[in-house]
Nanobody
């Protein structure tokens, strides 16, 4: 089992920045990739970005490319999501996820473990 705990959410004005962190514990040796998703009430959880556990490859949703950056410290087992130029439409609960297969994935069902989520609210 892998446990994931997100932190760093909060309230920010449009144009501002936030940095989310996800601390992984447990059987992290089995993890192949980490991802970030977000969800607003009444909508499906959507892909934001992902990174391989080696840090060698990343991928992002088109809506966040150029604004969000994922990084990984695989010694401390922490994945960060740096979010810049935030807009009100980025408001959501953000979830960290891990999968046991090497390679980032955009599909929610391909992830095996999930954190509890952290709320990000961007005011206009």
């Amino acid at each position: 089992q892998v446990q994931l705990v997100e932190s760093g959410g909060g309230l920010v004005q449009a144009g501002g920045s936030l940095r989310l962190s996800c601390a992984a514990s447990g059987r992290t040796g089995s993890v192949g990739a980490m991802g970030w998703f977000r969800q607003t009430p009444g909508k499906e959880r959507e892909f934001v970005g992902a990174i391989t556990w080696s840090g060698s490859r990343t991928m992002y949703a088109d809506s966040v490319k150029g604004r969000f950056t994922i990084s990984l410290n695989n010694v401390k087992n922490i994945v960060a999501l740096q979010m810049n130029s935030l807009q009100p439409e980025d408001t959501a609960a953000y979830y960290c996820a891990a999968r046991n297969v090497f390679g980032p994935a955009t599909v929610r069902a391909y992830y095996d473990y999930w954190g509890q989520g952290t709320q990000v609210t961007v005011s206009a």
